[in-house]
């Protein structure tokens, strides 16, 4: 089997797929205000092929996989994949990220099918600001997901909170203070810049600013993890909760890099911010064997560039909306 290591020398063992475009939210910074030219059903892999990608990838030494969309749960028996992704031999972990507003109905099928992990993307605790950000009144689903995960017994459970100065970042300390004492880990994120997303720079509130916020209030003590995580994770003195920062814009982790991703009709996309794509999906629809697939994946991550440029590039550059690529 393949070995993924790129030609900077970094082992990739995580593995993002979008199984949908589609999204019941259309907040600003992941969807353009015009929305997207959805793909057709059968422009999507179908779940036998997701599965035999993500079989190819695992014996290549994939140990993560997180679903993504769009909106995953919007995909219709999603259980049936999670079950067959489950069973495949050499996967350590799989996980899912969602905006919760299906999740409450389907939290506890999800963890008998063989989830183990959830990130939930909520960006606001109040109802009013939640639908200005959103454009859908569905905040109360969203906290109703977020209770039916922890009863089914996920964990970890991270909140994800796109941090936009001037829309919510006054709400730092409100997500601290509602993770403290229950066993959540909130994920405080850099506001990113995608195809018409509207990104400024000046609504980046930095993981410096979050962290100094924070520490007015809370004592926060660092914690230890693998080389190649994204978040910098910190446990709250005194409580139970967890607080991470991506600081994808201010002090990017390019370096240690170790992530793949997939988008629903078939593309590997050796970095989220690097435009060229391989599409595997003609290929798995021509006959092809797993050898010619794990050359088109050799080929993707060999273009996969050292790092990302700096943010204000990102901004100019044409690239995929982010509901598009899949997180």
């Not at 970094?10 to 969807?31: A, E, F, G, P």
């Not at 299906?102 to 992990?117: N, V």
């Not at 997939?262 to 593309?267: L, V």
Request: net charge negative; aromatic share 8%.
């Amino acid at each position: 089997m393949i070995d993924l290591v790129d030609s900077f020398g970094r082992k990739h063992t995580y593995l993002r797929i979008s199984v949908t475009d589609r999204c019941n939210l259309r907040c600003q910074y992941c969807m353009p205000p015009e929305g997207i030219q959805l793909k057709k059903k059968d422009e999507l892999l179908s779940f036998e092929e997701i599965i035999r990608v993500a079989r190819i990838f695992v014996a290549s030494g994939i140990e993560k996989i997180r679903i993504t969309g769009g909106e995953p749960l919007v995909r219709k028996s999603l259980e049936e994949l999670i079950a067959g992704l489950a069973k495949l031999r050499g996967l350590k972990h799989l996980s899912m990220t969602t905006n919760a507003v299906l999740l409450a109905d389907k939290a506890e099928a999800l963890r008998k099918a063989g989830l183990q992990s959830l990130n939930i993307s909520i960006d606001s605790l109040h109802a009013e600001r939640f639908k200005e950000i959103t454009l859908r009144d569905d905040f109360a689903r969203v906290m109703a997901g977020i209770e039916a995960s922890q009863e089914a017994g996920f964990d970890p459970i991270k909140l994800n909170v796109v941090v936009m100065k001037g829309k919510n970042h006054d709400e730092v300390i409100d997500f601290v203070r509602y993770v403290y004492q229950r066993n959540l880990n909130v994920r405080f994120i850099e506001y990113m810049p995608f195809k018409d997303n509207c990104w400024d720079l000046a609504a980046v509130f930095s993981y410096k600013d979050m962290r100094e916020l924070i520490e007015q209030e809370f004592q926060m003590e660092p914690l230890s993890g693998h080389p190649s995580d994204v978040a910098k994770d910190f446990r709250l003195r005194g409580g139970t909760g967890v607080v991470s920062f991506i600081s994808s814009m201010t002090d990017s982790f390019c370096s240690t890099c170790n992530r793949l991703r997939m988008t629903a009709d078939g593309a590997i996309k050796s970095c989220l911010f690097y435009e060229p794509e391989i599409n595997l999906r003609e290929q798995l629809r021509s006959g092809c064997s797993d050898e010619q697939i794990e050359e088109l994946i050799v080929y993707a991550l060999g273009k996969k560039p050292e790092a990302h440029p700096p943010m204000e590039e990102l901004a100019l550059m044409s690239n995929r909306a982010m509901v598009e690529i899949g997180g």
